[in-house]
């Protein structure tokens, strides 16, 4: 009998790491070739991995949750002479041209190539992944804790973030990065040193010059429960932070610590707006358009934008460059059941107000369903985040990092409002706009969010100016 490893294989799209959101195979089984083998979550889209080989598996590795690197062994192969034999001869199967490659980058000889199967599955990743085995302390040290076990030659860090871990005795090249672009954070540095698992040779000075960009963004665990009574045990449930509301977590936790959040709050009168919706709808209805008011403020934000380009940037840290993006994908928050998803109306300033409303339909439908691309995922410049009926008075939106501001759209209520010195009842609508004060004077946000509330407020400006 010959043992085969089998690592995660290149995915592309620039992945260099995925998440085990379930295995479909467990030691012992008799596995066939192209048969699935393990779901990998990679940027909030799901692939699933079939086998290259036939055999019987020895070792899977790595418990649901566990972020892997590309090209780590995944599973043990047992291949008998005849087996091995047969799938030497199969021609790769890799999704897109990607298959399992060398730690160097370069092809494998004689060896197949695992397939990525390109469809999402039917459901968002992170689903169904609480319903599998809790990381123990066996499964955390057969896939690698992640406190222990990183390593990264080249870290990329701020002379600061540097600084600081000299002072700490640190070695920063141990201490998995939270920052934009893979970089290592003060807090992280701060982190690593209260970590009690942190090894005792990470705990010593360093002085490396190298910067290169590493290839993971990790999170660590910073808070440790405390095992329960027997009693409290009975009363609980654990289930694996993982998939997509990890991913969230990550996101809110960097935009969080990175971006010094400020918003701004105003109310908008939607009066013109109701009507011109009303007055187009029957039109909409007749193309198969359901015609709400998200595209009519998704065209209002793509007029402001090019009046107020600062916010359309977004800050290159690894090399202190503003980016100015003259494109606008507008991100729409699409509340799902695994968590909040963010899909992306590309070229919303090429498209009509219909065009929009028919792609934010089909992005929205296809998040909650569970079937996003992973190109419908990425690439926005702004994001708009509607809580609905929900709307209440007003919430604190946080940025979708590393964009620079964000929209929250709130419930349109009537209430009195003063016209013309009478008091009457308005449709009242709050903006709350929340921007990175780093990037954003305060003035220049509240620019932006008059800009805005005055094409809400009169609509026929939208049709005027645009493009």
Known sequence: MARWEFKLPDIGEGVTEGEI??????????????????????????????????????ETVGAP????????????????????????????????GSGARHANGGAAKNEPAATAVGDI???????????????TASSVSAGGDLASSY?????????????????????LRAVPPTGPQGRV?????????????????????????????????????AVKITAPTAAQGALEERVPFAGVRRKIAQKMAQSVHTAAHFTFVEECDCAALKALRKRLQPAAQAQGVKLTFLPFIVKAVVAALKKKPILNSALDESTNELVYRKYYNIGIAASTEAGLIVPVVKDADRRSVLDVAREIERVATDAKNGKSRMEDLQGSTFTITSLGADGGLFATPIINFPEVG???????KQKPVVKDGQIVIGDVMLLSLSFDHRIVDGHVGAAFAYDIIHYLEDPDRLFLEMV
């Open 21 to 58: 959101v379930s295995w479909l195979i467990k030691p012992g089984d008799i596995v066939k070739e192209d048969q699935p083998m393990i779901e990998v979550m990679t940027d909030k889209a799901t692939v699933t991995i079939t086998s290259p080989k036939a055999g019987r598996v020895v």
């Open 406 to 412: 964000i929209l929250g759209v709130h419930q349109i």
């Open 65 to 96: 949750g566990t972020v892997v690197a590309v090209h780590s062994v995944l599973v043990v192969f047992e291949l008998d002479a005849t087996v091995t034999a047969a799938s030497d001869k199969t021609s790769a199967h890799a999704s897109g």
């Open 121 to 135: 599955k039917e459901h968002l990743p992170g689903m169904g992944a609480a319903s599998a085995a809790p990381r």
């Open 185 to 221: 954070t003060k807090v992280d540095v701060e982190t690593f040193a209260k970590e009690p698992n942190a090894s005792p040779a990470a705990l010593a000075p360093v002085r490396s010059a190298t910067i290169p960009m590493p290839a993971h963004e990790r999170a660590r665990d």
């Open 151 to 171: 390593f990264n030659a080249k870290p990329l860090a701020t002379p600061a973030t540097r600084k600081l871990a000299r002072d700490m005795e640190i070695d």
